[in-house]
């Protein structure tokens, strides 16, 4: 009681001291360096703890020192003004109308075309001070980013704009409703049409760049609500025959809408209306391009082109590189063939890494970049139409025999299908197994397929495991890690993206797997849905359990985590891989959605296919081929077909799997099963690649 009374005396000790600072003001100069007192953390809490009667007093002498000492001089407020939004925030105070002439005044010059940007971020300000001090803090921020988000983002950083709305924003905490209030106006289909091309493209520049990046904002699944403004967009730029704007509204929806895509339907969704919507408008202007080769093969090499969005040291990477060091050391394939990598350069996802770039380059294979002449100078405005015809130029004039694309959905990549690049052209899926665009000729994958109406040529990537999955690590660096979570926990886990983990039927499994198993933590290592995965944790009961370390070498927790509990519907990829690659027999469960007859014939056609292998690996080491086949079906008890299954795998794992004899019995027959793997690996990959 005393603590709280003292507390009080305290915070409006401090109010009333911020109110005699601010009577004692004289001149500009001295007001500015009292309105720094808005940006610090101190302030701001002890205002929100303030009483609405004594926030109302200091607002209204602020108020009066504003008019009197700057706008009445006709002076400009410095933009740390715009931080009396956390003293206006939610007080209810009398409206000021003596600032509505400044906020008329400043609508009155935005409007002028001959504004720089300079000019136009000082009006936009001197607008939203004025309407913060006359008592409408959301219309200000709401109205400041509508103006700051049509200028050019290059521009802006280069007087520091971007650094300041990504700090104002973490610092009040501003909400997605904030935010999309500003959004939705400028991208009303009327409102955005009517401005220019940078203003235009300027919306989803900042949208991407300044916005995306803010942590609370950053992969938030509330994005998805802004999918029909967007939408809408797309299509008037088709109509309109505006498909360079087009076809960057075509990235950018793919690149919001995809971060958050958790089954095949919400893809199939994404391909009827927006790929196959764009797909004539992109036919249309390739008809006239000059055709490629009309067959495969001829005197030589075949040259085979792998398409790419930007070369970075993420999980297609890792694939594609190993794929291709393995192909590069056969001498028969060599002889055969010849690869080249094509650069689609979406810089605004990011750069190329020019170590991942050399790393093609030692295993001889020629990387090509035509766009990046196009970029320069352009920055995030250049023109994604330009590049798609310069990358299928140099396509044709090269004479690729086979293109193969990792992609899914990128406008780019689908205009070089549409247009018939090269003879034969390949889908290599990544996980989406409905894309479909015109120009495809066959489809590959490495991982495992589910039927959605296309044959897919499966196969397996040799996977580099020392360079990518099993890199050595102090065993002291593992201790440190694992010693900031309870000493005795049992770790149950996963590492990725965590729109994976932000499911409600995972995260309720999961949670009646901890409540049966109270030795258990859970660790969720990965960035995005952060916010969104607490507050259901904490409805849920296991808050205080459930760890989020954010970003994370997936190196050193890949030996922290005790179990990977794999997410569903969406299921983890080339994590998932570097967990079991480091583990001599690991502790994993997924649920595998087959009826028992699809399981007990996926397992007939596995026996099938790897026997003779198989019978060759276990007589060279002694073992019985039957102890093999036993081991392989004894996994599907890890491999459960529901959730009821999927709960009681992992209490067995916890309780019973991860017992020595058990846990020595599987590290035992997971040697000879990973030979048998790969040594059937290097004789199938060829044949795979012979057959494009």
């Not at 296309?454 to 495991?465: G, H, I, L, T, Y």
């Not at 005795?488 to 983990?501: M, P």
């Not at 969104?532 to 808050?543: D, F, H, M, P």
């Not at 060279?620 to 004894?634: D, H, K, M, T």
Request: with cysteine; charged share 30%; glycine share 6%.
């Amino acid at each position: 009681m005393y603590n709280a009374k003292k507390q009080k005396i305290k915070e409006r000790g401090l109010v009333e001291a911020l109110k005699e600072q601010a009577e004692q003001c004289k001149s500009k100069h001295e007001l500015d360096r009292f309105i720094g007192r808005f940006s610090q953390r101190e302030t701001l809490e002890a205002l929100k703890k303030a009483s609405k009667p004594s926030r109302a007093d200091l607002a209204n002498v602020i108020r009066e020192k504003v008019l009197e000492l700057i706008f009445s001089k006709g002076d400009v407020a410095d933009r740390a003004y715009l931080y009396l939004y956390g003293l206006m925030e939610e007080l209810e105070i009398e409206p000021e109308g003596r600032f509505d002439g400044y906020v008329t005044l400043a609508d009155q010059y935005l409007c002028s075309p001959e504004l720089g940007i300079v000019e136009k971020i000082l009006l936009s300000e001197l607008k939203a001070t004025a309407l913060i001090l006359k008592g409408e803090p959301q219309e200000a921020i709401k109205e400041h980013l509508k103006v700051l988000s049509t200028l050019h983002i290059h521009e802006a950083a280069n007087v520091g704009v971007d650094v300041f709305v990504k700090d104002f924003c973490q610092f009040f905490s501003i909400s997605m409703d904030e935010l999309f209030e500003a959004l939705s106006e400028s991208l009303t289909l009327e409102h955005y049409l009517s401005l220019d091309f940078v203003a235009r493209r300027s919306i989803f520049n900042w949208s991407l760049h300044i916005f995306w990046n803010i942590p609370s904002f950053y992969n938030n699944p509330r994005w998805m609500e802004l999918y029909p403004l967007w939408r809408a967009i797309f299509e008037a730029h088709l109509g309109r025959g505006e498909l360079d704007e087009a076809m960057y509204v075509h990235f950018y929806i793919y690149h919001k809408m995809g971060n958050h895509f958790q089954s095949q339907e919400e893809w199939k969704r994404f391909n009827e209306e927006i790929v196959k919507v764009a797909e004539p408008h992109y036919k249309a202007c390739t008809a006239a391009l000059p055709s490629c080769k009309e067959h495969t093969g001829g005197s030589g090499k075949r040259l085979i082109g792998f398409l790419r969005d930007r070369v970075v040291e993420n999980s297609p990477y890792k694939v594609e590189w190993s794929l291709l060091k393995a192909l590069m050391q056969n001498e028969e394939f060599r002889e055969k063939y010849e690869v080249k990598l094509y650069l689609m350069g979406y810089v605004e996802k990011s750069d190329d890494d020019p170590r991942i770039l050399q790393s093609y380059r030692e295993i001889g294979i020629e990387v090509v970049d035509v766009v990046t002449p196009l970029i320069q100078g352009a920055g995030y405005y250049h023109s994604h139409l330009q590049k798609a015809l310069a990358i299928r130029e140099r396509i044709v004039r090269d004479g690729v025999d086979i293109l193969i694309s990792p992609n899914n959905g990128y406008d780019i990549s689908d205009f070089i299908f549409i247009s018939r690049a090269a003879p034969t052209q390949v889908y290599w899926s990544h996980g989406n197994y409905v894309y479909d665009v015109e120009g495809i000729d066959k489809r590959i994958s490495h991982c495992g397929v589910d039927k959605y109406g296309f044959s897919f040529e499966k196969f397996a990537v040799p996977m580099d495991r020392e360079r990518f999955y099993n890199p050595p690590i102090a065993k002291s660096k593992i201790e440190a890690e694992r010693a900031k979570y309870p000493k005795d926990a049992f770790v149950l886990g996963v590492i990725g993206r965590l729109i994976k983990v932000d499911s409600d039927e995972y995260l309720e499994t999961i949670a009646q797997v901890m409540r049966q198993n109270p030795q258990t933590i859970f660790i969720a290592a990965g960035s995005g849905n952060a916010e969104s995965i607490r507050a259901k944790v904490e409805k849920l009961g296991i808050s205080d359990r459930f760890y989020m370390p954010g970003w994370v070498d997936p190196h050193l927790y890949g030996h922290i985590i005790d179990l990977w509990c794999d997410t569903f519907p969406l299921e983890q990829g080339e994590s998932a891989r570097e967990y079991t690659a480091k583990h001599e027999a690991p502790l994993m469960v997924r649920l595998i959605r087959l009826s028992r007859v699809e399981r007990s014939a996926e397992l007939e056609e596995w026996l099938e296919e790897y026997r003779g292998v198989a019978m060759e690996v276990c007589e060279n080491r002694g073992a019985a081929v039957e102890g093999l086949y036993r081991f392989i079906e004894s996994e599907q008890r890890i491999q459960p077909l529901d959730t009821k299954g999927y709960i009681e795998a992992i209490h067995w794992s916890i309780n019973e799997g991860s017992s020595k004899n058990i846990r020595d019995n599987k590290a035992y027959w997971m040697r000879i099963y990973r030979q048998v793997v790969a040594r059937k690996l290097s004789q199938d990959l060829l044949s795979v690649f012979a057959n494009l």
